[in-house]
């Protein structure tokens, strides 16, 4: 029985505190706020990305080749990257 208590005590609460999801929030914010001053073609390849959508099926979209896309997402991940430096400000 202690097997599965000590299971059950090291599950991730699912609930945020207040401060995680304040700190959530600002971080999302941030990023929209980061992803909005791309280049729209940069833009629209980075927000299907983050749903999840996949190099070809975003090439199929964009008109952009695959491999374009993955160099762009790669690239861009660094520049977002970038801007949560400590010495990044919006």
């Not at 699912?14 to 706020?33: D, K, M």
Request: aromatic share 4%; net charge neutral; charged share 20%.
């Amino acid at each position: 029985m202690t097997g599965s208590t000590s299971t059950a005590s090291n599950r991730p609460t699912r609930r945020a505190t207040p401060e995680q999801a304040t700190g959530t929030a600002l971080t999302l914010e941030r990023l929209y706020a980061l992803v909005d001053r791309l280049r729209p073609t940069d833009r629209q390849v980075v927000l299907l990305y983050l749903e999840d959508v996949d190099a070809d099926a975003i090439a199929e979209v964009t008109g952009l080749s695959s491999g374009a896309v993955a160099t762009r997402i790669h690239r861009i991940k660094a520049l977002l990257a970038q801007g949560f430096q400590p010495e990044a400000a919006l």
